[in-house]
């Protein structure tokens, strides 16, 4: 027969013991309630609320990346009003690195020469853009564009079905845009035509 001493022991060690499970069960239940939460949260949110970046997703922002410096430099390039270069030309010179970078600084003067007696006025649209090759430092981009170019030279020209502008003449691009990136992001370092 146990002593009445061992049997209250005992029963303090069960009721010890039910109220460590208590406790347990306790935190537990609070960390589903975390993880529900937070799948929740992911499954609402999807995976931008997390607080880190996967590889599919920096793979998907160098793509975004790409593409939009490539519309900006070839637009940006497209871009001339004779009445206001200044900051025409430094919105090339901004998205331009290496040798592209340094040769169109070189030219800035003679574009600007150039389209002031002409009183040229160039914009243009993008309509395709497509990634040719991506790696982690180089990106070759093919981007389509319509020009629309007023000039004293296009001053005498009738709408047609090829351009619809009175006094204007309109041009199809296709341009292959190099990219590298630099510690500024992406940037064009050669800019040419494709036929």
Excluded at 29 to 37: C, E, G, Q
Excluded at 100 to 121: C, D, L, N, S, W
Excluded at 149 to 156: G, K, L
């Amino acid at each position: 027969m146990p002593e009445p001493a061992e049997v209250a022991q005992n029963r303090l060690d069960v009721k010890m013991s039910v109220a460590r499970l208590g406790r347990v069960n306790t935190v537990l239940a609070a960390v589903v309630v975390i993880l529900v939460v937070l799948a929740a949260a992911v499954f609402i949110g999807g995976a931008r609320v997390l607080p880190w970046t996967t590889p599919a997703e920096a793979a998907a922002a160098d793509y975004d990346e790409v593409k939009s410096v490539a519309e900006e430099g070839v637009i940006a390039f497209l871009d001339v009003d004779y009445r206001d270069m200044d900051p025409r030309i430094q919105a090339v010179k901004e998205i331009s690195t290496g040798t592209f970078g340094k040769e169109y600084t070189a030219i800035a003067e003679q574009i600007r020469q150039a389209a002031i007696p002409a009183q040229t006025v160039s914009k243009g649209k993008v309509k395709q853009v497509g990634i040719r090759a991506i790696g982690s430092k180089k990106a070759v981009v093919l981007v389509a564009v319509d020009s629309v170019v007023t000039s004293s030279q296009t001053a005498e020209l009738k709408k047609s079905d090829a351009c619809p502008y009175e006094g204007a003449r309109c041009s199809k691009y296709r341009f292959k845009v190099s990219l590298d990136k630099t510690k500024d992001g992406w940037r064009m370092s050669d800019l040419a035509g494709v036929n």
